[in-house]
C-alpha cells in the first residue's frame, strides 16, 4: 500500500471536469439529450442536442412535432472558438436525435421527426441550411449520436429501426446501415441508399445461446411492490434482448486477423441489453461486388460465431473513434462499480438495474478493438443521482473532447438530463502506456 505523499499526486482522480454549454431553463418541462460533437480543423468546436419535454412548446426558436407522439421537437447548435471556455447558440432545429459530422469543410446534422431529416453548414456552423427530408420506407427509426465513418469511397451512418415483437408490446430494434458516395451534397436526399434491415438481437443471439455465459449481474427482486412504487425491490428488468446505439468502425491494421485487404468489411458495435456488464454487440458487414451489405456473425477460433464483445461499458450506450495519429481507437463509457446488490438492498439513489450505474464516466483505448486498457477517469458526478453519460467523442489536433448529458434524470424521460456539459483532455495521447 503506498505510503507518504499528497493523494491526489497518484490516487486515480478525474482529469477532465466538465464545463457547461447549456443548461435547462426548467429542468421541471425541459429535459436534454442526445448530445453530439465535431472539431473543425481552424480549432472551432461545434455541438448539437436535443431538447424535450412539456415545457419545449414554450421555447422561443424554431421548433417541430414528431408525428406519433405529437411531441415537441427542438434541437440547439453551439459553437466554441476557445476550446469551450464559451459557447454561442447558433441555430435551433425543428428535429430530435441529431447526428453531427463533418466532411471536409462542411458540417452536416442528421436525425429524425418521422422522416430523417439533413441540413449542412459550410461556415463552421455559423449558418445551416434549411432542412432536407427524405424517408427510407414508412417504418420508425431512431438513431443515437455516434461516430460517422468515412472511408475513401464512402460515408456509413448505423440507424435503428423499430419492428415488432412476438409480443405487440414488445418491440425489437434491428441495425440498418446508410451509405452515400463520398464528394456529393449528403443534404441531398437521392445522396443516401440503406442496407435492408438486419436481425433484432434475439434473432442474432438467441436467449438459450447466453446460458451460462459471462455473469448474471444480479437476482430478480424478491419484491412484487408496483413497478411504480418507486422502492427499490419494485425495479425489476424487463427481461427483453435488444441492442441499441449502434457504430461502424473499420479494422485498419494490416497485422490484424479480422482485417480485410479488399475494404469490404466493416463492423457493428453497439450497446446491448442482456442484464450482464461490460459486453457489446458486434456484426461482421459486408460488401459484395454489387455493393449490397450484409450482416452476421463474425466466426472466430474453431468456427465459432461471436455476436458479443468484451467491452468496458458496452451495456450502456457508448462512444467509440479511431485516431489515425496513434492508431488507436478510443471508447468513452459509464463503468459498473456495483452490480450484485440485492434489489431490495440497492439504494434508492440507483435507476432501474445495477448495471445502469451512470455516475462515472471513463475513457479506455485499444488497438485492435478487442483488447481494451484503462486511460483515464474523466469525470464524475456528486451522487448516484448526479449522471455524467451519452458521451460523444471527437479529436481536435493533439486534444480529445467530449461532451455528455449531466445532471439528475428525470424518471421517464429515457435518461435525459438538464445539462449538457464540455469536457477536454489536452494532450490525450500522452495517456498511452
Avoid at 421537437?73 to 453551439?78: A, M, N, R
Avoid at 427510407?136 to 468515412?150: F, H, N, R
Avoid at 441531398?188 to 451460462?212: D, H, I, M, Y
Avoid at 435525459?416 to 495517456?431: G, N, Q, S, V
Wanted: proline letters at 7%; aromatic letters at 10%.
Amino acid at each position: 500500500m503506498r505510503t507518504g505523499g499528497v493523494p491526489t499526486e497518484w490516487k486515480v482522480i478525474p482529469i477532465a471536469p466538465g464545463g457547461d454549454v447549456f443548461k435547462s431553463p426548467d429542468p421541471e418541462d425541459v429535459f436534454l439529450g442526445s448530445p453530439s460533437i465535431a472539431a473543425l480543423p481552424g480549432g472551432r468546436i461545434v455541438v448539437s442536442f436535443d431538447t424535450t419535454g412539456p415545457g419545449v412548446k414554450h421555447l422561443p426558436g424554431t421548433k417541430g412535432r414528431e408525428p406519433v407522439s405529437g411531441h415537441w421537437l427542438q434541437g440547439k447548435v453551439f459553437v466554441s472558438g476557445d476550446k469551450g471556455k464559451t459557447w454561442t447558440c447558433k441555430t435551433d432545429f425543428p428535429f430530435h436525435q441529431a447526428q453531427l459530422f463533418r466532411i471536409g469543410n462542411t458540417l452536416y446534422l442528421m436525425g429524425l421527426a418521422g422522416s430523417f431529416r439533413i441540413m449542412r453548414s459550410v461556415d463552421g456552423g455559423d449558418t445551416w441550411s434549411k432542412p432536407a427530408e427524405f424517408a427510407l420506407d414508412d417504418g420508425e427509426y431512431a438513431i443515437t449520436p455516434s461516430s460517422v465513418l468515412c472511408t475513401d469511397e464512402y460515408v456509413y451512418l448505423a440507424v435503428m429501426k423499430w419492428v415488432a415483437g412476438k409480443e405487440k408490446e414488445k418491440r425489437s430494434l434491428v441495425p440498418v446501415i446508410l451509405r452515400a458516395r463520398q464528394g456529393v451534397d449528403l443534404a441531398n436526399r437521392k445522396a443516401w441508399t440503406s442496407s435492408e434491415p438486419g436481425k433484432s438481437f434475439q434473432e442474432f443471439v438467441p436467449p438459450q445461446c447466453l446460458q451460462q455465459f459471462g455473469i448474471q449481474i444480479s437476482p430478480e427482486p424478491v419484491s412484487e411492490l408496483p413497478k411504480t412504487s418507486g422502492k427499490p425491490g419494485a425495479r425489476r428488468p424487463d427481461g427483453r434482448l435488444n441492442w441499441d446505439a449502434p457504430h461502424l468502425v473499420e479494422i485498419v491494421d494490416p497485422n490484424h486477423s479480422w482485417r480485410d485487404a479488399r475494404r469490404r468489411t466493416l463492423y457493428l458495435l453497439a450497446e446491448v441489453r442482456t442484464q450482464r456488464r461490460n459486453l457489446a454487440a458486434i456484426a461482421r458487414v459486408v460488401e459484395d461486388e454489387a455493393g449490397k451489405m450484409v450482416m452476421d456473425a463474425e466466426t472466430v477460433v474453431g468456427s465459432i460465431k461471436t455476436a458479443l464483445i468484451a467491452m468496458p461499458g458496452g451495456h450502456l450506450k457508448f462512444d467509440v473513434i479511431y485516431d489515425g495519429t496513434s492508431k488507436l481507437y478510443w471508447l468513452a463509457c459509464n463503468p459498473c462499480p456495483d452490480t450484485m446488490t440485492r434489489f431490495d438492498k440497492s439504494s434508492a439513489a440507483r435507476s432501474s438495474q445495477p448495471r445502469d450505474d451512470r455516475q462515472q464516466l471513463h475513457l479506455y483505448y485499444s488497438r485492435n478493438l478487442v483488447d481494451w486498457c484503462f486511460a483515464a477517469w474523466m469525470d464524475s458526478g456528486s451522487s448516484a443521482k448526479d449522471w455524467r453519460h451519452f458521451c460523444s467523442l471527437a479529436i481536435g489536433g493533439s486534444d480529445l473532447y467530449a461532451v455528455c448529458c449531466s445532471g439528475s434524470a428525470k424518471p421517464g424521460t429515457r435518461g435525459y438530463t438538464d445539462r449538457i456539459t464540455f469536457h477536454c483532455i489536452p494532450a490525450f495521447r500522452e495517456l498511452v502506456y
